[in-house]
């Protein structure tokens, strides 16, 4: 059996030859990037090794299997065979997995055996078309190839080159002469080349980044080291080197200076003999001071590294913050204002005094460091919370300020008639603080407040007088648009706070009375002698005014000016009217007299002969005779009642009419008023209603004045009511009082012309066929008065008018059972 050890020669040269790379290749430069060179050197020579040994292989196999077949003298197993076979082809697959050609010429023959992948080479695949070079290389880099290749054939010398396809692919070109054959092998280098670049760029990244982190450990002020396996120190940054008071880095790695104490050193490397990282604050002396510092120290693949972190003002400050904290709860605890604090958990960690007894809460329960919400439940069942309809919602609001960054203020209204300003205020470690205060004292005192400085202020405004506030440094504080509008000064001069100096010179331009202005200086400014001041000023302009000085309790004083002129001037006209009126009373008086006999004397005459006329005594008349006739006495009968009324009206004005008061009984007047209108009542197709109780009974009045009134309101219902229509006459008692109403549906009055209708002459017929002399309402209201009476008057337009009538039911003078009391109208008082 030959076969075998020529097998087994040939794989332990091809083993032997691949370690003998690999040695060759660790030889090499432990860069990264140079061992991937010295791997792609290794694997190219590796390669043509497996590919020696496959062609001596396939020589030596194919050999055997020829003598096997020749003769049967070397008897060779049919499963050797088939273990050749085997490995012939698990060879071809590897030596396929490439993408490469390999180019076989035998010694004796010039056709070659083409291996591998044709397609890298020759465009399509063909592998007849591998050696025709000029067809898939350049001209130059063809006839290279062709002098390379007939030198390898020829002579045994093997080459390499780099070429370039037409297609643009890299390519690696070897030759080698091997058991007598010449081999070529075409390889394609565009995945080896993009490797190296790869590796190349990894190398500069991975370069950078360890500068930066260098960069940045120098930079760090905190302590840095990193140790070898053995414990001893191969890297510092310079905050150790000067914590530990080196000169530099390289100085505190060669001395191997020390930043912690033995036993946290020894700790240390306990922890990182067992695989654990090193964690805790240490005390260390920095630079010959004490300092604290956090550690941490870690296990690393080729020992440990570790960092100290600088915690000694921190921890200075905690112990500051520590006690500034119990000092500021004690204070907390005296306040007024109610205190709750309230963790990150929600749950109560402190209040004060002000808190329970603001609520009257159980300490035991307070003290059990309870939830927000377990309080808030609590609140609300003792009925110490806003009413809220919807409680979970208004809670879940309140329940933001531990989200919020800015404090937020709450106004509760309580149902025991308290208000509270809440306060939540986020803490910036967590949680949130309450501050409760009662406010309902305060809310209660500023709104009385600003209401009184609310009504003083629009009182102030509103006022006629001019007033003006000095302070007790002689500035105006306070004035009102009256005072500025008096002195015609503007407000821009005013808003200055002016001194009483500049006030007053401002002001003598309107009144140069120099006492007057020294004296309102010296009751302003004074200190002593503070008394008040009163003055009347009649300016240029003709203006009096009355000017008057209050000092005030805080040292102030109150200077007021009141606009006198209409006042004063009222006065003199009175003066003069009064006089005029003495004058004129007696005048009116002969007035009433004259016309009483000058001219009721011939009007009654005319009426005697007319009456005269229409006796048939004195002979028959024709019928237009009597038609005139009854003209005359009609205008004449008017003209008597015009005239009445007018002297009627004079002397109740001159003060001489006098009423002849007896016990009138309230329906016959009534009646006998509604007698003397019963002819226009049927002219008009009217109807009148007479409402009046059966036992009204009477009461003191004159009857003439009172059928008069009577008449004159039915008269003024009648003539203003449409036809068909009713007019009411009703009377009644009320509370001592007699009062009779008249009430017609006729088209009313307008609210701005019912005081008017009393006016003497004034008349409206409102589109219906009535015009009076506008003399009997205005006699009504002066008779009722004269009674002691009202008259009033109630009307809608488009719906009717009532006139009401109220007579006292006793005069302030009884009337003598003998003779009726007489009494006489006022007379016009005097302006005086």
């Known amino acids: 059996m030959r076969s075998r050890p020529i097998r087994g020669g040939f794989f332990a040269a091809v083993i032997l030859t691949g370690l003998t790379v690999a040695q060759d290749a660790a030889a090499a430069d432990g860069s990264a990037l140079d061992r991937a060179v010295a791997s792609f050197g290794r694997q190219e020579i590796a390669t043509f090794t497996l590919l020696a040994g496959l062609v001596c292989f396939a020589v030596l196999a194919t050999a055997v299997l020829i003598r096997s077949r020749g003769g049967r003298r070397d008897h060779v197993s049919r499963d050797d065979a088939m273990a050749m076979q085997a490995e012939i082809d698990r060879l071809r697959q590897l030596l396929l997995s490439q993408p490469q050609v390999i180019i076989t010429w035998p010694a004796a023959a010039d056709e070659p055996e083409i291996l591998g992948d044709t397609a890298i080479v020759a465009p399509g695949g063909a592998p007849q078309r591998v050696l025709a070079f000029g067809a898939w290389l350049e001209p130059a880099a063809a006839q290279r190839m062709e002098d390379a290749v007939t030198r390898l054939r020829g002579e045994g010398r093997g080459f390499v080159m780099t070429l370039t396809t037409q297609a643009g692919r890299p390519l690696e070109a070897e030759g080698r002469a091997l058991g007598g054959r010449a081999v070529l092998r075409l390889r394609d280098v565009s995945g080896i080349e993009s490797e190296l670049v790869a590796v190349s760029t990894k190398h500069d990244r991975l370069a950078g980044d360890l500068e930066t982190l260098k960069t940045m450990l120098e930079a760090l002020p905190a302590p840095v080291w990193a140790r070898d396996a053995a414990g001893r120190l191969i890297f510092v940054n310079s905050a150790y080197a000067h914590a530990v008071e080196a000169d530099d880095a390289t100085g505190a790695v060669e001395r191997n200076l020390e930043l912690l104490e033995g036993t946290a050193r ?112 609590t609140l609300r069942s003792a009925r110490k919370l806003p009413e809220e309809q919807d409680f979970r919602q208004w809670k879940q609001q309140l329940y933001e300020a531990y989200r919020a960054v800015e404090p937020k203020e709450h106004m509760w209204h309580l149902p025991d008639g308290r208000t509270l300003r809440v306060v939540t205020t986020p803490n910036p470690e967590g949680g949130v603080t309450y501050l409760y205060d009662d406010v309902t004292e305060r809310l209660a005192m500023r709104r009385n407040y600003e209401a009184l400085n609310k009504v003083q202020s629009e009182t102030l405004d509103n006022l006629a007088e001019a007033v003006a506030v000095f302070g007790s440094d002689g500035r105006v504080r ?49 200190i002593d002698n503070r008394t008040p001041l009163t003055a009347r000023i009649e300016r240029r302009d003709g203006m009096m005014i009355d000017m008057a000085t209050m000092p005030l309790p805080d040292g102030a004083t109150l200077v007021t000016f009141q ?84 002297l009627d009206l004079a002397t109740i004005d001159a003060g001489a009419m006098t009423l002849n008061l007896t016990q009138v009984d309230i329906r016959s007047s009534m009646a006998e008023a509604a007698e003397g209108v019963q002819d226009r009542l049927i002219k008009n197709n009217l109807r009148l209603d007479i409402v009046a109780a059966s036992d009204i009974g009477s009461f003191a009045a004159d009857a003439k004045r009172l059928r008069q009134i009577l008449f004159n309101l039915l008269s003024n219902a009648i003539g203003f009511s449409p036809a068909n229509a009713t007019v009411t006459l009703a009377a009644e008692r009320r509370n001592g009082d007699v009062i009779f109403s008249v009430t017609d549906h006729g088209p009313g009055i307008e609210p701005a012309r019912q005081e008017k209708v009393f006016d003497m002459f004034e008349t409206d017929s409102k589109g219906s066929q009535h015009r009076g002399t506008g003399l009997g309402l205005s006699l009504v209201r002066s008779f009722v008065e004269l009674h002691g009476g009202s008259v009033s008057i109630d009307s809608t337009v488009g719906r009717g008018t009532t006139f009401t009538c109220v007579f006292p039911a006793e005069q302030h003078r009884q009337p003598a059972e003998t003779e009726p009391a007489r009494i006489a109208a006022p007379a016009k008082r005097s302006a005086a």
Do not use: C
């Open 266 to 377: 020894a700790e240390i490397m306990r922890l990182r003999a067992d695989g654990q990282s090193f964690a805790k604050r240490l005390p260390a002396v920095v630079a010959g001071e004490r300092r604290i510092f956090d550690v941490l120290d870690t296990p690393t693949v080729f020992g440990a590294a570790g960092i100290a972190i600088d915690r000694t003002e921190a921890e200075t400050m905690r112990t500051e913050l520590r006690r500034m904290t119990e000092a500021h709860r004690r204070l907390l605890d005296q306040l007024a204002t109610g205190v709750a604090i309230f963790n990150a958990d929600r749950k109560l960690t402190f209040y004060n005094t002000a808190f329970r007894a603001l609520f009257d809460l159980d300490p035991v329960m307070l003290d059990q460091t309870p939830t927000d919400t377990s309080v808030l439940d």
């Open 478 to 526: 306070l004035h009102n648009p009256a005072f500025q509008r008096l002195w015609k000064l503007t407000p821009e001069a005013l808003n200055t706070h002016p001194h009483v100096e500049a006030v007053t010179a401002w002001s003598q331009a309107l009144h140069d009375d120099s006492a007057l202005w020294r004296g309102l200086r010296a009751g302003v400014t004074g």
């Open 563 to 646: 606009d006198v002129t209409d006042t004063v001037n009222v006065e003199r006209a009175l003066r003069e009217r009064n006089e005029a009126l003495v004058a004129a009373d007696s005048i009116k008086i002969e007035f009433v007299h004259h016309v009483s006999y000058e001219l009721r004397s011939p009007l009654t005459n005319i009426i005697g002969f007319a009456n005269l006329l229409a006796d048939p005594v004195f002979g028959p008349l024709t019928p237009k005779q009597h038609e005139y006739l009854g003209y005359i006495t009609t205008s004449t009968n008017a003209l008597l009642a015009i005239i009445n009324n007018i």
